[in-house]
């Protein structure tokens, strides 16, 4: 075999003629990384979303060097991590301002993807891969917050465990299993330590490689939504793409500083955020004979929250005319007669479901499509174009409707329930829905503007 | 009105407390605490005298050890002179001798650790600093009670005014007011019961029927024996709150000091970066 002459000197040299793989990855997906050069600050939030990973695991491993995942000593350790561990205290605030932070980072990620049509051809893996991870996220959040074993702590997670004995039959026996108990207790903390530190996390890790190298295989979109990779220069390089390394990485470390200035402003300044980052609450221990009187989830779950509460014995008929007007939709429009048949025999069995069972199981199963719904965001969009940009006006602020309503449940799930709340979260909660469920008929309609070749850009 | 449910952990207690909530009709005022107070080395000082000295002999704050102290200005000698009670060492957590077996046996619940208390008794409408500051202050004799003392902040509070001595006596005036509606007419009257409580704890109450439309609500007035020993008492819950403040979060003053070079070093570095940025995009047309 003829001995591999490498292109660099130096180092980069040294480690070519030793492992080629290296530089190759390099190349790939930083130095010959073709991004699009008309990027906006919608962009900056995956950057930062690694970076928040980073904190969080580096953050992480020093907290579990002191912490004790065990009943008895699990409030105590958190606070003597807090009071006697040098630099503790910055620690765990940056591991606790990073949890929400996390969310931020990512909804706002997210939001970019359903404004610029990021999910749609070729790039529904990339998008998939994505729903896991903020569902891994979800999942790293919940068990993590049983840690510091305060009353939120302990509430909240006998609230959401308790809604899988929702479940009808299995329901009873599976929450004791996941329980490990009775009630949330040692066996409980102790398993949701191991899911917290090491079982989600790598699940984690694994599916972010896999959503950046689809992402680097079909190439990023942009807020134009056109292809860059449909004009090419002579040599083969998209003519309206930019080498990722270095035009974005100094750019995504300029809107890192901005963004460790206000991540830092928080842990420094209010790690608490008013009570929303650290709830109060949280701060007693975790005491199984003391029920608080308002068990509310962090900020980010509760616009699903909200709609686990707002399904009540009355919500079910807000749901089954929601249930008949889509299958009378599906009847009307698809042309397919095993598919009205199959809709049909959904429906009745949906709609017996629905006063047969206890409304609390429905509670769940809408929450827990609230969160599955983005998954065939790629299939319910029928645009002919990718970008806001060019879709008609109406679609953008059908959008905007869609975020008011998630931020309004999301506001309604931190407050103690109340009538006027209870009523707009049901409201809420149709928009949620009826905004994905009708996607595949609204958005071909209007009227949508031309796409250009190019993307536009204005010089900085 | 939530504060209190928090605290009354068994059903029991949880009914009686909602009844004396319901009873007020209204959330208690709650009152400023003088934050300046934490900035004092005085005052805190004077704060964890008043902590050992009154507070220590039911409650702990076993997340502090004592040469926690230093940070407000004493030395490990001070600390095990005017502060330890017993044989602790600077190095032990603020520990008390009864056992929260024992506290449950004497008392029906154990007092609370207040390690954390200010943080814990923070709420969406007041930071618990000031609803300690209104609660130690808001004690009045009421011979209807098993301790023999009420609280307009937390009605039928278990825990006795330990403190009374140096806030002296004193006369409370607690007016309710709250709104009936006949169910049949569908007409709202409203009723001011003035419930006036002297420094023996006997309670003298009337009840006026308001003309015209009213709001619900519950306004509270002390008239001290001594005005200077009531300013003086206030002074020292302040210095009190101010110690209890500090132990909830040792860390918070230097927290804010480093917090400062820390945003004007990534200021700086945003300066450089945004520059950077500039010079590598002028080539991308």
Redesign the interface.
Known sequence: MAEYKTPYTGIAGWFDQRMPTAMAEYRKHLSEYYAP?NFNIWYIFGGLAITVLAIQIVTGIFLVMNYKPDAALAF?SV??I???VPGG??IR?MHSTGASFFFIVVYLHMFRGLMYGSYRTPRELVWIFGCLIFLCLMGEAFFGYLLPWGQMSYWGAQVIVNLFGAIPLIGPDLSIWIRGDYVIGDATLNRFFSFHVIAIPLVLIGLIAAHVLALHDVGSNNPDGVEIKKKLDPSGRPLDG?PFH??YT??D??W???F??VF??V???A??M??YFLE??N???A?P??T???IAPVWYFTPFYSILRATTEQFMYVLALGTIGMSALLVLTVRNSLVRGAVAVGTLVLLLGYFTLDPKFWGVVLMGLSVLIFIPLPWLDQSPVKSMRYRPGWHFWLMIVWVVAFVVLGYFGTQPPSPAGQYTSMLGTVIYFAFFALMPWWSRMGTFKPVPDRVT?H?? | MKKPIIRLGVAFMLAVAAAGAAASGAETPIERWPSDRAKSLGSLQNGARIFVNYCMGCHSANLVRWNRLQQIGLSDAQIKEFLIFGNQKVGDPMRIAMTPAEAKRWFGKTPPDLSVITRARTSFEYPGTDYIYTLLRGYYRDNGTATGWNNIAYPSIGMPHTLWERQGAREATLVQTHGHKDPKTGHESFVQVTSVYDAQGNVTRTETELKGPATEGFSYSFKPADAQQARQFDSDVADLVAFLSFITDPSSASRRSIGVWVLLFLALFTVIAWRLNAIYWKDIK
């Open positions: 050069k105590a606070e003597y807090m009071r006697d205290w910055f605030y930019i270095p035009y100094v750019h470390i300029f890192l500083a901005i460790l200035m830092f402003f842990v420094f300044f790690p608490e008013g009570g109060w609450n701060f007693i221990p005491d004979l003391q608080p009187p308002h850009f010089p900085h």
